[in-house]
C-alpha cells in the first residue's frame, strides 16, 4: 500500500484495531487522568468486565474466518450459565462447569449439523438457534434468576485471583493463547482459513469443509459456554438475559479487529483488542461524565469509523 | 411505562405482595409506606452538605420518559445541595453491564448511588463493592437480597402502587356512573409492582362500588397478545362498559380491537403515560383516564434520601411517590406533573 501520508509497507486496515486501540487509550489516560481511568484497579476492571466478550470473539474469529456465522452464542451463554447454576446447587463443581460448557457445546454442534450437514445457511440457522435457546433460556428457570454460592466456583471464574492476578484475566489470557495458536499453529486453524478464503479449492486441496464447518460452530458453542460460566462466577448467578446483549459488541469487536466478514482472514489478538477497545470505551465514556444518550452517541460513532476503516475495500 | 414492564421481567419478584389485597403499598420487606414528600433534607443541613462536596452516580436500568424525569428530579436535587453528579449509566437490563457499570462508577468514588437493581439475586453481588465503601445506597422499587435497611442500603423510593390501581378504579366507576360490568386485564405473573397496581383496582372496585361487577378477568404476559385477549373478552361479554388493563402497553392492542369492532362505547382505564394511549383520550375516544406516577418527584426524593444517609440522619426505609389521574381535562398538567415535560406536540394538537 502506498498512499499520501502513510508510510510504504503500513497496512492501515491490518493495523485499525491498535491504532484505533492505543489513540482512545491515550486521549482517555489525558482527558480523564484526574478521574482514574489510569489506575491499576480501573485497567483491571476494563478486562475483568470484557472477558466473557473477549472468549465468545474467539469463538466468532474461528466460524468467520471459515466463512460461516454465529448470531445464537448470546442464547448460549445464558443457557449454559443457568445449566451450570442450575446443577451447581446439587452437585460439585466439576459436574456445574461441565454442565455449563457441554450445554454450549451442545448448542455449538447443533448448529454445527444444521449447517454442515443439511447444508442449510448458518446466518439463518442461527438466527432460529438464537431465538429457540433464547426461549429454552427463559423456560428453564421459569425467568427466576438461579444464585451460585459454590465459592469455589465464583472463586475460580469470578472473583479469585492466583498470585495477585484476577482469575478472569487468566482465563482471558489461555483463552487468547490457545486460541491464537489453534488459529496460527495448526492444521486446523489452517483448513479454517482455507475454507473460509475459497471452499471449492479448500475442498479440491482435501480439506473436508464439512468437518471444518462443523468444528468451528461447535467451538463458538464451547467458548459461549465458557463466557456463560465466567458470568455465573463473575455475578454469582445465573439469569436468562446473560449474554443477550453481548451480540453486537462481540461481532463489533471481532470485525474492528480484522476479521474479514467474507472469510479467509482474521485475527485473535485482533479480537483481543477489539474486546477490548469496547470496554475501554464503555468505561472513559461513562468516567467522562456523559449522558447516556452522549455516551450511545460517541461510542456509535467511533465504532462506525473503526469499522468503515477496516472493512474499506483497497482494491480500487 | 415500558421500565415497569422491563424491571420486573427482568427481576425475581417480591413474592410477599404479589397475591395478597392489601388497602396501601407495602415494601418489599413489607414495610408501611412513607409519603416521598417527608423526605427532605433540612434547611439547616444544607451548608454542611454543600460544603462536603459530596458527588453522586446515578446507574439506571433503562431509558425511558420516566428515567429521564427520576434524573431530572435527582439531578435538581443534587444541584441545589451542591453535589455534582459524576456518573450516570443505563445497564439496557443487562445484569452483567449493571455490575460493570457500578465498578466503573465506583473509580470515581462516589457518596451516593440511585440505582434500580434490575435482579434481588444478580444484584446483591453487583453492589457488594459499593456496601462495603459504605456508600449512601437508595433504591428504586427494587431491593438485592439480603440488603438490610438502614446498614446496607437508605432507602427504597417507587410508586404508589396502590392508589394507582385504586384510582384507576375510581376514574373507570366515574366514566360509567357507578354501574355496569368490566373486564379486568392483569399482568399475569408474579411481580412486585404490577401485582399491586392490579389488585387495588380489583379490591377497590369490589369494595367500593357494589353497583360494578367485574365479569371478565384475563392474565396477560406478552402485550402483543392484547388485542386478541380483547377481542376474546368482547365476544363473550358484548356489553362490557369498561376495560382495566395493566399498562399502556397493552392498552394499545385492547384499543385496537376496540376500534376494529367499531366500539365506541366501552371505556378504557390504564396506568403509565402513552402517546398514543394519550392521544385517543384527548380526542374522545374509549380512553378516559390514565394513571401515571410522579417521577421527577421521586427522583428528588432518592436524591434526598441518599444525602439524609449520608449525613446518618434517619431515612424511612420505604417510600411512594404520588400517583396522577391524567383525563383530557388535565392532560398537559398532568404530563408536565409526571414527567417535567410538556405532553407531546400531537397530545397537545389533539386536545
Known amino acids: 500500500m502506498s498512499r499520501i501520508g502513510v508510510p510504504k509497507g503500513f497496512d492501515l486496515q491490518k493495523s485499525v484495531i491498535y491504532v484505533g486501540f492505543f489513540t482512545i487509550f491515550l486521549f482517555f489516560s489525558f482527558t480523564l487522568h484526574d478521574d482514574g481511568f489510569l489506575t491499576t484497579r480501573n485497567l483491571t476492571n476494563i478486562v475483568l468486565q470484557t472477558a466473557p466478550a473477549t472468549i465468545m470473539a474467539i469463538g466468532l474469529v474461528f466460524v468467520i474466518s471459515a466463512g460461516e456465522f454465529d448470531l445464537s452464542f448470546g442464547s448460549a451463554v445464558a443457557v449454559s450459565a443457568l445449566a451450570a447454576a442450575v446443577v451447581l446447587q446439587d452437585y460439585p463443581m466439576l459436574v456445574g462447569v461441565?454442565?455449563?460448557?457441554?450445554?454450549?457445546?451442545?448448542?455449538?454442534?447443533?448448529?454445527?449439523?444444521?449447517?454442515?450437514?443439511?447444508?442449510?445457511?448458518?446466518?439463518?440457522?442461527?438466527?432460529?438457534?438464537?431465538?429457540?435457546?433464547a426461549g429454552i433460556a427463559r423456560s428453564m428457570t421459569n425467568l427466576r434468576s438461579i444464585p451460585v454460592i459454590n465459592d469455589s466456583f465464583t472463586g475460580i471464574f469470578g472473583s479469585g485471583k492466583l498470585a495477585s492476578v484476577p482469575s478472569l484475566v487468566i482465563w482471558t489470557i489461555l483463552a487468547v493463547a490457545v486460541g491464537h495458536f489453534?488459529?496460527?499453529?495448526?492444521?486446523?486453524?489452517?483448513?479454517?482459513?482455507?475454507?473460509?478464503?475459497?471452499?471449492?479449492?479448500?475442498?479440491?486441496?482435501?480439506?473436508?469443509i464439512e468437518r471444518v464447518r462443523f468444528l468451528v460452530l461447535t467451538l463458538c458453542g464451547a467458548t459461549a459456554g465458557l463466557?456463560?460460566?465466567?458470568?455465573?462466577?463473575?455475578?454469582?448467578?445465573?439469569?436468562?438475559?446473560?449474554?443477550?446483549?453481548?451480540?453486537?459488541?462481540?461481532?463489533?469487536?471481532?470485525?474492528?479487529?480484522?476479521?474479514?466478514?467474507?472469510?479467509?482472514?482474521?485475527s485473535i489478538i485482533g479480537a483481543l483488542f477489539g474486546s477490548l477497545l469496547m470496554g475501554m470505551l464503555n468505561n472513559g465514556l461513562i468516567l467522562m461524565g456523559l449522558s447516556v444518550s452522549d455516551q450511545m452517541i460517541v461510542r456509535g460513532l467511533i465504532i462506525l469509523i473503526a469499522v468503515a476503516v477496516s472493512l474499506r475495500d483497497t482494491s480500487h | 411505562m415500558n421500565y415497569i414492564l422491563k424491571a420486573v421481567l427482568s427481576a425475581a419478584s417480591f413474592g410477599i405482595a404479589s397475591t395478597a389485597a392489601f388497602a396501601q403499598t407495602i415494601g418489599p420487606n413489607g414495610e408501611s409506606a412513607t409519603p416521598s414528600s417527608s423526605i427532605v433534607v433540612p434547611a439547616a443541613s444544607e451548608e454542611a452538605v454543600r460544603a462536603g462536596n459530596h458527588t453522586a452516580a446515578m446507574l439506571w436500568h433503562d431509558q425511558s420518559d420516566f428515567?429521564?424525569?427520576?434524573?431530572?428530579?435527582?439531578?435538581?436535587?443534587?444541584?441545589?445541595?451542591?453535589?455534582?453528579?459524576?456518573?450516570?449509566?443505563?445497564?439496557?437490563?443487562?445484569?452483567?453491564?449493571?455490575?460493570?457499570?457500578?465498578?466503573?462508577?465506583?473509580?470515581?468514588?462516589?457518596?451516593?448511588?440511585?440505582?434500580?437493581?434490575?435482579?434481588?439475586?444478580?444484584?446483591?453481588?453487583?453492589f457488594e463493592e459499593a456496601k462495603q465503601a459504605g456508600v449512601s445506597l437508595v433504591f428504586l422499587s427494587n431491593l438485592p437480597a439480603g440488603y438490610v435497611h438502614p446498614d446496607h442500603y437508605a432507602a427504597i423510593v417507587t410508586d404508589d402502587l396502590f392508589q394507582m390501581g385504586k384510582q384507576a378504579a375510581d376514574a373507570l366507576a366515574a366514566a360509567m356512573s357507578n354501574s355496569g360490568s368490566v373486564g379486568w386485564i392483569f399482568h399475569d405473573a408474579n411481580y412486585y409492582v404490577t401485582n399491586q397496581r392490579d389488585n387495588a383496582f380489583k379490591t377497590?372496585?369490589?369494595?367500593?362500588?357494589?353497583?360494578?361487577?367485574?365479569?371478565?378477568?384475563?392474565?396477560?404476559?406478552?402485550?402483543?397478545?392484547?388485542?386478541?385477549?380483547?377481542?376474546?373478552?368482547?365476544?363473550?361479554?358484548?356489553?362490557?362498559?369498561?376495560?382495566?388493563?395493566?399498562?399502556?402497553?397493552?392498552?394499545?392492542?385492547?384499543l385496537a380491537a376496540l376500534r376494529a369492532n367499531g366500539n365506541t362505547s366501552t371505556k378504557i382505564v390504564t396506568l403509565d403515560l402513552s402517546e398514543p394511549i394519550a392521544l385517543d383520550m384527548v380526542r374522545g375516544g374509549n380512553v378516559i383516564a390514565i394513571i401515571a406516577d410522579e417521577a421527577y418527584e421521586l427522583g428528588r426524593a432518592m436524591a434526598a434520601a441518599g444525602v439524609l444517609g449520608l449525613l446518618g440522619e434517619k431515612v424511612p426505609p420505604f417510600a411512594v411517590a404520588p400517583a396522577i389521574t391524567v383525563t383530557a381535562g388535565n392532560v398537559a398538567e398532568g404530563w408536565m406533573q409526571s414527567l417535567r415535560i410538556a405532553p407531546p406536540a400531537s397530545v397537545m394538537a389533539g386536545n
Not at chain 1, 499453529?185 to 482459513?193: D, S
Not at chain 1, 439469569?239 to 443477550?244: F, M, N
Not at chain 2, 388485542?227 to 399498562?247: Q, R
Open chain 1, 182 to 208: 489453534l488459529y496460527w499453529h495448526t492444521r486446523f486453524g489452517a483448513h479454517v482459513l482455507a475454507t473460509g478464503d475459497n471452499p471449492r479449492a479448500a475442498q479440491v486441496a482435501g480439506i473436508r
Open chain 2, 204 to 254: 377497590t372496585i369490589e369494595n367500593d362500588y357494589p353497583n360494578i361487577s367485574i365479569v371478565a378477568e384475563q392474565g396477560i404476559s406478552d402485550p402483543a397478545r392484547a388485542e386478541e385477549i380483547a377481542n376474546a373478552m368482547l365476544l363473550k361479554n358484548p356489553d362490557l362498559g369498561g376495560i382495566y388493563v395493566t399498562w399502556a402497553g397493552p392498552a394499545e392492542g385492547v
Open chain 1, 98 to 133: 461441565l454442565a455449563g460448557i457441554g450445554a454450549g457445546t451442545l448448542i455449538g454442534a447443533l448448529n454445527g449439523v444444521l449447517v454442515a450437514y443439511l447444508r442449510l445457511p448458518s446466518f439463518l440457522v442461527t438466527l432460529a438457534t438464537l431465538g429457540l435457546f
Open chain 2, 67 to 126: 428515567v429521564n424525569a427520576v434524573t431530572a428530579g435527582a439531578t435538581d436535587e443534587f444541584t441545589r445541595l451542591g453535589i455534582e453528579v459524576v456518573a450516570t449509566t443505563n445497564a439496557a437490563f443487562d445484569a452483567a453491564k449493571q455490575r460493570s457499570d457500578i465498578e466503573t462508577a465506583m473509580t470515581k468514588g462516589p457518596d451516593i448511588i440511585l440505582s434500580l437493581p434490575l435482579d434481588p439475586v444478580t444484584s446483591a453481588a453487583a
Open chain 1, 227 to 266: 463466557a456463560g460460566i465466567l458470568y455465573a462466577g463473575r455475578l454469582q448467578a445465573a439469569k436468562y438475559t446473560l449474554g443477550e446483549s453481548d451480540l453486537m459488541t462481540v461481532i463489533a469487536a471481532v470485525i474492528v479487529g480484522g476479521t474479514a466478514l467474507k472469510g479467509g482472514k482474521g
